[in-house]
C-alpha cells in the first residue's frame, strides 16, 4: 500500500491510515512527494517517510491511499 505524504497533509489522516494498515500486516510505504524525507504536516506535526516518491513510483502496489 502506498500512502504518499507532502507538507500540509492532515496528520490525522496519514497516522490513523498507515496505523491500521500495518497492524493488519499489509506492507505499507510511506513515500515523501517533498525534496526531504521529514514532512510538515497540517498542525506542525513531522512525519518522516520510508522514501522519496520518485522511488516508490517504480514499485508495485495493490492499493494507493491519499491521505
Known amino acids: 500500500v502506498l500512502v504518499p505524504v507532502a507538507n500540509g497533509s492532515e496528520e490525522m489522516e496519514a497516522v490513523i491510515i498507515i496505523d491500521v494498515l500495518r497492524r493488519a500486516k499489509a506492507n505499507v510505504i510511506?513515500?515523501?512527494?517533498?525534496d526531504?524525507?521529514?514532512?510538515?504536516?497540517?498542525?506542525?506535526?513531522?512525519?518522516?517517510?520510508?522514501?522519496?516518491?520518485?522511488?516508490?513510483?517504480?514499485?508495485?502496489?495493490?492499493?494507493?491511499?491519499?491521505?
Open 36 to 67: 526531504k524525507l521529514e514532512v510538515v504536516a497540517s498542525r506542525n506535526v513531522k512525519l518522516v517517510a520510508d522514501m522519496f516518491l520518485k522511488e516508490a513510483a517504480e514499485l508495485p502496489y495493490d492499493l494507493i491511499v491519499l491521505p
Open 30 to 34: 510511506v513515500a515523501s512527494v517533498e
